[in-house]
């Protein structure tokens, strides 16, 4: 799996409270959840991300709430895959369980600017830096993880294993 | 092996686990409130299964936006009642029946030492006062936990917490908690277990050791749990006739690392905004002004949070500009509030008194913030735009703490009221 994109940078400890405020969670329809990405940190971002993007990001990326908004409205924003320098866990778990990459690269920040484009090789843990001409280390996927996100998220994933409730 | 470790081992079938393993783990109770539910019910029915797993392991809870603050909201709950009665799920707690769900999990009897517990939110950790491994998971996740009752997750290594010591005057669990918070970092635990273990553990009441576990996501921690002693198990058999297994940790478990806290040396601390680990003994943001004092939550909702608060409001008026929000926990702790005579106190004060709900707290109704304003509160996150305005400001405390500043229109160490 390879995605391709243009560089949004965020600091440390992107909480979900600014991914998606709490006043959008009434709402249910994932492209109008995404009209409000990022919303706490940036308000243009759905504008700046539209086309297709990439989150580089520092550590604990997501920490805070369980809201799965988080994920989705990042993914319907159209961001294609988050890489940062670490992850919070319940962030992490939901990305990939609505089919989101996301990546941990301990160097990430200090290779990447805004704007560089990057292309993302999951299966290596690989990220080339197209516009500064470099490669940029990630940690490889677990293959049962890499699975769920070729599937499209976990509940693809579960239908193809044909789970049903004993 | 540690408390956390022998309970996934248990879950998963398995005489031992050790940290980073993953494992295929069965539940015993699935928790989700009409934030995360909803989206959970729809991919329930995209995975196609034509039941839940077990309908009576499965609890739902009306809470952060109770009563129905918009349209929006009420379509929630009742996608939450509907799938309640498609599926005869009896657990659901709705409007004048709960209260916070993590209130409501623990005070109904759900929560018993030994189990393992997932819910829709991340302060699940919180079941960990009663020895159970509580963590939050996102709504898909559930869908799946719903479908089929299992999980898979990485055994965690553990962070042990060692308190020793007596609680100064006007010092609270949550004084203690910001300060491991300071000292561990808002990253410090991410998906490690933190174990709270020590002499002063047993002083501990269950309501103060729910405020410690239901803090350790604020350190990235997936639960945060203490051994069952007496304590915490004179609290279950008063809440459940069910039977549970009796686990903690052996003398030689294995612990990551272990920070030795004298509570003795804990005076009232503060989170100051934007981070929950920007945290500082109160005495030196003294002075700061505020606009809004807020008392509630998960955290900080419960009736010994309120007796105290009271102790600070009793006959005395909040000062002019400041309005003080309290919303108990649950209805339980609402009752039990109106009995003592707190509501009154509150009232008297020129407090407000909302029912019970996440409100303030998940900044979805009932004391938003508007920009450029100043709350202190009782809550667990102080994040930008968390309780309203992105250009409000949100300091941390404990209630002792808030009930103070509210007196004083300003933040002030609680010390200096309780002389009086």
């Given at each position: 799996m390879?995605v391709?994109?243009?560089?949004?940078?965020?600091g440390?400890?992107?909480?979900?409270?600014?991914i998606?405020p709490?006043?959008?969670?009434?709402?249910?329809?994932?492209v109008?959840?995404?009209q409000?990405?990022?919303?706490?940190?940036?308000?243009?971002?759905?504008e700046?991300?539209?086309?297709?993007?990439?989150?580089v990001?520092g550590?604990n990326f997501?920490?805070g709430?369980?809201?799965?908004q988080?994920p989705?409205?990042?993914?319907y924003a159209?961001?294609r895959c988050?890489?940062?320098?670490s992850f919070?866990?319940?962030f992490?778990?939901?990305?990939?369980?609505?089919?989101?990459?996301?990546?941990?690269?301990?160097h990430i920040r200090?290779e990447?600017?805004?704007?560089d484009v990057?292309t993302?090789?999951?299966?290596?843990?690989?990220v080339?830096?197209?516009?500064?001409?470099?490669?940029i280390?990630?940690?490889?996927?677990?293959?049962?993880?890499?699975e769920?996100?070729?599937?499209?998220?976990l509940?693809?994933h579960?239908k193809?294993?044909?789970v049903?409730?004993? | 092996?540690?408390?956390?470790?022998?309970?996934?081992?248990?879950a998963?079938?398995?005489?031992e686990?050790?940290?980073?393993?993953?494992?295929?783990?069965?539940?015993d109770m699935?928790?989700?409130n009409?934030?995360t539910g909803?989206?959970?019910?729809q991919?329930?029915?995209?995975?196609?299964?034509?039941?839940?797993?077990?309908?009576?392991?499965?609890v739902?809870?009306?809470?952060h936006?109770?009563?129905?603050?918009?349209?929006?909201s009420a379509e929630?709950?009742?996608?939450?009642r509907t799938?309640?009665?498609?599926?005869?799920?009896?657990?659901?707690?709705?409007?004048?029946?709960g209260?916070?769900?993590?209130?409501?999990?623990?005070?109904?009897?759900?929560v018993?030492?030994?189990?393992?517990?997932?819910?829709?939110?991340?302060?699940?950790?919180?079941y960990?006062?009663?020895?159970a491994?509580?963590?939050?998971?996102?709504?898909?996740?559930?869908?799946?936990?719903?479908?089929?009752?299992?999980?898979?997750?990485?055994v965690p290594s553990?962070?042990?917490i060692d308190?020793?010591?007596s609680f100064l005057t006007?010092v609270?669990p949550?004084?203690?908690?910001?300060?491991?918070?300071?000292?561990i970092?808002a990253d410090g635990?991410?998906?490690k277990?933190?174990?709270?273990?020590?002499?002063?553990?047993h002083k501990?009441?269950?309501?103060g050791?729910?405020?410690?576990?239901?803090?350790?996501?604020e350190?990235g921690?997936k639960?945060?749990?203490i051994?069952p002693?007496?304590?915490?198990?004179?609290?279950v058999e008063?809440r459940t006739?069910?039977s549970?297994?009796?686990?903690g940790s052996d003398?030689?478990?294995?612990y990551?690392k272990?920070l030795?806290?004298?509570?003795?040396k804990?005076?009232?601390?503060v989170a100051?905004?934007?981070a929950?680990?920007?945290?500082?003994?109160?005495?030196?943001v003294?002075?700061?002004e505020i606009?809004?004092?807020?008392?509630?939550?998960?955290?900080?909702?419960?009736?010994e949070?309120?007796?105290?608060a009271?102790k600070?409001?009793?006959?005395?008026?909040?000062?002019?500009?400041?309005?003080?929000?309290?919303?108990p926990?649950?209805?339980?702790?609402?009752l039990?509030a109106?009995?003592?005579g707190?509501?009154e106190?509150f009232v008297k004060s020129?407090?407000?008194?909302?029912n019970?709900?996440c409100?303030?707290?998940f900044?979805?109704?009932?004391?938003?913030?508007?920009?450029?304003?100043?709350?202190?509160?009782s809550?667990?996150?102080?994040f930008?735009?968390?309780?309203?305005s992105?250009?409000?400001?949100i300091y941390?405390a404990?209630?002792?703490t808030?009930?103070?500043s509210?007196?004083?229109?300003k933040?002030?160490?609680p010390?200096?009221?309780?002389?009086?």
């Amino acid at each position: 799996m390879k995605v391709s994109g243009k560089a949004v940078v965020f600091g440390d400890n992107v909480n979900t409270d600014v991914i998606i405020p709490s006043k959008y969670l009434t709402l249910l329809d994932p492209v109008q959840i995404a009209q409000h990405a990022m919303e706490g940190l940036d308000p243009s971002f759905p504008e700046k991300a539209k086309n297709g993007v990439i989150i580089v990001a520092g550590r604990n990326f997501g920490c805070g709430s369980s809201r799965e908004q988080a994920p989705i409205a990042l993914k319907y924003a159209g961001v294609r895959c988050v890489l940062a320098e670490s992850f919070a866990r319940i962030f992490y778990r939901n990305a990939i369980n609505i089919g989101l990459p996301v990546l941990e690269s301990p160097h990430i920040r200090s290779e990447v600017d805004e704007g560089d484009v990057l292309t993302v090789t999951l299966e290596e843990g690989k990220v080339e830096n197209e516009t500064k001409g470099c490669v940029i280390a990630a940690l490889k996927l677990p293959r049962f993880i890499l699975e769920i996100l070729e599937d499209g998220g976990l509940i693809e994933h579960l239908k193809k294993k044909g789970v049903k409730a004993p | 092996m540690n408390i956390a470790e022998k309970i996934l081992a248990a879950a998963s079938g398995r005489e031992e686990v050790k940290p980073g393993e993953i494992v295929e783990a069965k539940v015993d109770m699935a928790m989700a409130n009409e934030i995360t539910g909803p989206l959970a019910i729809q991919a329930f029915k995209k995975i196609g299964a034509p039941r839940v797993w077990d309908r009576r392991r499965i609890v739902l809870v009306l809470d952060h936006q109770v009563p129905a603050d918009s349209v929006r909201s009420a379509e929630l709950h009742k996608i939450m009642r509907t799938f309640a009665k498609e599926q005869r799920i009896p657990l659901l707690y709705d409007i004048g029946y709960g209260g916070v769900c993590h209130q409501v999990m623990v005070e109904k009897g759900h929560v018993k030492p030994g189990k393992l517990i997932v819910g829709a939110d991340s302060h699940t950790c919180t079941y960990g006062a009663l020895g159970a491994f509580g963590t939050g998971i996102g709504s898909t996740e559930m869908a799946g936990v719903f479908a089929t009752g299992e999980i898979w997750l990485r055994v965690p290594s553990t962070i042990r917490i060692d308190l020793s010591g007596s609680f100064l005057t006007c010092v609270a669990p949550k004084d203690v908690i910001l300060y491991v918070i300071g000292k561990i970092g808002a990253d410090g635990a991410t998906y490690k277990a933190i174990e709270f273990t020590g002499t002063a553990i047993h002083k501990i009441s269950v309501s103060g050791r729910m405020t410690l576990c239901n803090m350790t996501v604020e350190m990235g921690a997936k639960t945060g749990i203490i051994s069952p002693d007496e304590v915490s198990l004179a609290y279950v058999e008063s809440r459940t006739d069910e039977s549970f297994m009796l686990i903690g940790s052996d003398s030689d478990a294995v612990y990551e690392k272990t920070l030795a806290v004298d509570i003795e040396k804990i005076e009232p601390q503060v989170a100051c905004p934007h981070a929950v680990d920007n945290v500082k003994p109160v005495k030196e943001v003294e002075g700061v002004e505020i606009n809004q004092a807020f008392i509630g939550s998960c955290t900080n909702g419960r009736l010994e949070d309120l007796k105290i608060a009271a102790k600070f409001l009793k006959g005395k008026k909040i000062a002019k500009g400041v309005r003080l929000i309290v919303t108990p926990a649950s209805q339980e702790i609402y009752l039990q509030a109106l009995q003592h005579g707190l509501l009154e106190v509150f009232v008297k004060s020129g407090a407000y008194v909302c029912n019970p709900t996440c409100g303030a707290c998940f900044g979805g109704h009932m004391g938003l913030l508007a920009s450029g304003e100043v709350c202190i509160s009782s809550s667990n996150r102080n994040f930008v735009g968390r309780m309203g305005s992105p250009e409000a400001e949100i300091y941390l405390a404990s209630p002792a703490t808030v009930a103070a500043s509210a007196l004083a229109g300003k933040i002030v160490d609680p010390r200096r009221f309780s002389e009086d």
